[in-house]
């Protein structure tokens, strides 16, 4: 095989500014912006012409350019002090380090499909990705060891051209691997590879990493010598071909990547399933563990012990599903020597109503942790995901939430950060998520704020007329045309920004729902207003499309020329750009089907302004005064909810946004200041130093010390566990509730409950127990009181009374004294241990009532 061409294989360094390459070839430099800048001022032209890919920079340059650098003292010294900020990143203390020192045990993989970490490694498509890449990043400056596994994708995803008339062109082009930040994982003198068996043949999947500060990240690429031809375009593109591509490329994930673990030695104790895509990992653990002689659920308990489930979608529609004949069929060869377990594996994974296998089951059903990404999508999937759990209250389901971030150092403006080096405590960057430090932002003044925000809209401004200006040219258009677009958009007019993928949902033309009332709006020559759009749609969705081509539609009519204006091709520079350069962030998805939502987030940062339905993290993150809530929470109808939303839209514009954006002496002081309360109450939150903490705290730290537990002995514990569950499945029709004694029943039927006096009553109840042991339950009374007009779940427990006799066993408790039983609460036993990971793993509840 190809021996791979590293940058310091083609020129020697000399020894001045030895180390460029290094500096290439680690992600640090994403993040860095001393790093960049030092990359840009090398040659900006090929800088620009690299992609701000400096690995190709590098490459591209002459030998007289390396020697003319090393000699230009003020380049060597700016280049040592990069260095040297380097360097002590990678070797100082961590916060992990710090506060769990005795946690060096902890080994993390974190396995996503797509990753975003800087548009020189075009890995990703969307929030999806950039959330994991910034998830990475954060960990590095944390110190969580963390591995991440994802897949090289030879096409990346496509590249976005808007024709003449509004239709998206998509383009895929190869790309060359010796000129991106990655490196193959080189044993033995050659590239690493695994091998997965597929349907008739195995596939060889070659290893590359990529260096993100202190982590590394491994992808796997089915591009080698030895695959038949098909076989090599299986990671050709993200989110591409069919469904058979796409069980592959999940097989390549999720198999292929703990392969790769194996084959380099790291054996971790976390296992991370970023969305869906990804859930085939546990089956190949499993399939590790039977091979080992486990039984069939004690491997299960193993499993499930160290995984850690993300889900992003809240709607049923949105998951990966394929047919079982079609796991079967992919699935079979890998799957031979475990013959014996074929139909409790694709059990894990089965969906009883569709008769699909869902990845979103099989992620929950082997996963010990799950969550969602946002309150409000927690709340929102403990519903959907309620049946995994019998007869229970959708708040007792147990995924919980953490709310995504941003990763602050990627998308903060270098300019802000110097107003915050010069104005906040030193120790901003690492304590980001203290919300103490950020009330600092009070004293920086108006002026400088302004003039930092000012300067980057003048930035996207520039940016935004080369954009339109390459797209009008390449289209053939006429001279007068191209020419126009370099008096487009107006530095001091208000400006919106609306930029993501265009899926339907997200209801990207919804503000042109009253072309009339908006163009009114946005021509007052006193207080103009524009909008700036971008966003790919997914070469196979029609309808997002269409979207861009409506919004191109407006943004030609003569009404709307340089004031509307869609940008093409979308990815994390151009959203650099605009979160950092429009005055207002424009939101307004179809609630709740926006899981969380992160360019919202990034804009905060930079002092932009929110303008969103209360959906996702703005559901959360909305305070009142720090931006703007669109309509009300939300009607369940589609038709009425984009009513309320479009009404209220032009509303607050109207009324509130453009009055108090022009209401400017000198300067918009009102508006300044709600800059500053947004950056103050949404930066120390909604970033991914908070996010991954929480991540550490409530999800990998006790997922490494059970799964720890569960092995040791011959994993004792976890087969333990399982027959435990067994034992208590097979027994649990014993369990009945046979006596309940509620003493004040006939009083508080004749007296009205509002003359009640707030007293409280003992109860009783029998439960029968068989043979089951009652410390093995959890026997609690059930009741719902008002709150607010929300009724909560209340839970009692009871405790034991007297003596087990005949397998009964008396419980008491004390509830407020108008209860009862029957029409106002219920008792219920579930089955408890110690080694579960939440209260519901086994979905056994024997209630009195059914209709709970
Ligand atoms: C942040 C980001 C996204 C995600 O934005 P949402 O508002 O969450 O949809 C998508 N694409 C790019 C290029 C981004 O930078």
Do not use: C
Request: charged letters at 20%.
């Amino acid at each position: 095989m190809q021996a791979a061409v590293f940058p310091q294989a083609v020129k020697q360094w000399p020894s001045p500014i030895a180390r460029l390459s290094e500096l290439a070839a680690n992600l640090w430099f994403s993040w860095n912006h001393e790093a960049l800048a030092l990359f840009a001022e090398i040659d900006a032209v090929k800088w620009a012409a690299s992609g701000h890919n400096p690995v190709r920079l590098l490459q591209d340059l002459d030998e007289s350019q390396i020697v003319a650098l090393s000699n230009n003292t003020e380049f060597t010294e700016r280049y040592r002090r990069v260095m040297d900020t380097f360097d002590s990143y990678l070797n100082g203390k961590t916060w992990f380090q710090d506060k769990y020192a005795d946690r060096s045990y902890v080994q993390i993989a974190y396995f996503s499909a797509e990753f975003g970490f800087h548009e020189s490694l075009p890995i990703y498509s969307g929030g999806l990705g950039i959330l994991a890449g910034d998830h990475t990043k954060s960990a590095s400056d944390l110190g969580i060891p963390l591995i991440g596994i994802g897949l090289l994708y030879k096409k990346g995803y496509f590249t976005q051209k808007i024709d003449a008339s509004g239709g998206q062109q998509s383009e895929l082009y190869p790309y060359d691997f010796t000129k991106l930040p990655i490196q193959p994982v080189i044993q033995n003198g050659e590239q690493l590879t695994v091998s997965i068996a597929m349907p008739g043949r195995a596939i060889a999947l070659q290893i590359w990493q990529i260096q993100v500060g202190r982590n590394r990240v491994y992808l796997l690429d089915a591009d080698h010598a030895s695959n038949q031809p098909a076989d090599k375009e299986l990671t050709a593109q993200l989110y591409g071909g069919n469904q058979d591509t796409r069980i592959a490329q999940e097989m390549v994930l999720g198999i292929g990547g703990v392969k790769t673990l194996r084959a380099l030695g790291v054996y971790p104790n976390v296992y991370h399933i970023n969305e869906g895509h990804a859930a085939f990992l546990t089956l190949e653990r499993l399939k590790e563990l039977l091979q080992l002689g486990l039984p069939f659920h004690s491997a299960v308990e193993t499993v499930r012990s160290a995984t850690v489930f993300t889900t992003h979608t809240p709607v049923p529609a949105g998951h990966d599903t394929f047919s079982i004949e079609m796991v079967e069929h992919y699935l079979g060869p890998y799957l031979q020597e475990l013959s014996r377990h074929k139909q409790q594996i694709v059990t894990l994974g089965l969906d009883h109503h569709t008769g699909q296998f869902n990845m979103t089951h099989l992620a929950m059903n082997t996963a010990g942790m799950r969550n969602g990404v946002s309150k409000l999508h927690g709340q929102v999937s403990r519903e959907m995901f309620k049946e995994f759990h019998g007869h229970i209250d959708a708040s007792e389901v147990p995924i919980g939430s953490i709310t995504n971030g941003v990763h602050m150092d990627t998308w903060t403006a270098p300019q802000w950060k110097e107003l915050f080096d010069r104005f906040l405590p030193g120790t901003w960057r690492e304590e980001q998520a203290n919300k103490h430090q950020w009330q600092q932002i009070e004293v920086i003044p108006d002026e400088s704020i302004w003039s930092v925000h000012q300067q980057l809209k003048e930035d996207l401004i520039r940016f935004a007329r080369q954009n339109l200006l390459e797209q009008r040219k390449r289209n053939g258009e006429s001279e007068e045309r191209i020419q126009e677009v370099r008096k487009y958009l107006n530095p001091k007019a208000l400006t919106i920004g609306f930029a993501r993928r265009f899926a339907t949902y997200k209801r990207a033309n919804m503000i042109f729902n009253d072309l009339y009332r908006l163009k009114k709006l946005m021509n007052d020559p006193d207080r103009p207003v524009q909008f700036i759009f971008a966003g790919k749609a997914h070469p196979a969705d029609y309808p997002g499309q269409e979207l861009i081509r409506d919004i191109y539609r407006v943004s030609q009519m003569k009404e709307f020329a340089g004031k509307i204006v869609i940008l093409e091709n979308y990815d994390m520079n151009m959203a650099r750009y605009l979160v950092q350069g429009v005055d207002v962030w424009l939101n307004n998805p179809r609630r709740p089907l926006e899981a969380s939502g992160t360019s919202g987030q990034k804009a905060a940062m930079n002092g932009v302004l929110n303008f969103s339905v209360l959906d996702g993290w703005w559901e959360e993150g909305y305070n009142g005064t720090n931006g703007w809530a669109i309509g009300s929470t939300g009607a369940a109808d589609w038709a009425a909810q984009e009513k309320e939303n479009t009404q209220a839209i032009y509303h607050i514009l109207e009324k509130e946004i453009i009055p108090l954006y022009y209401n400017q002496g000198a300067l918009p002081h009102q508006w300044i200041s709600r800059m500053k309360r947004s950056i103050q109450s949404l930066s120390p939150v909604y970033n991914t130093h908070r996010m991954v903490q929480d991540y550490t705290e409530e999800a990998y730290l006790p997922t490494a010390e059970r799964a720890r537990l569960f092995v040791v002995n011959h994993y004792d514990v976890a087969t333990k566990v399982a027959d435990y569950k067994q034992f208590i499945r097979n027994n649990w029709y014993h369990v009945k509730i046979i006596g309940i004694d509620d003493r004040s029943a006939k009083l508080s039927t004749e007296v009205p409950l509002a003359e009640m006096k707030p007293t409280t009553k003992e109860i009783t109840a029998q439960v029968h127990f068989g043979p089951i042991w009652p410390q093995d339950t959890a026997v609690e009374v059930v009741y719902y009181e008002e709150h607010a007009g929300d009724w909560k779940q209340k839970i009692v427990s009871m405790e034991p009374s007297g003596e087990l006799t005949d397998q009964l066993q008396s419980f008491k408790a004390t509830i407020p004294g108008h209860l009862v039983h029957g029409p106002h609460f219920s008792i219920r036993v579930r089955p408890i241990s110690a080694n579960f990971a939440h209260s519901f793993e086994l979905s056994l509840v024997t209630s009195t009532l059914s209709w709970q």
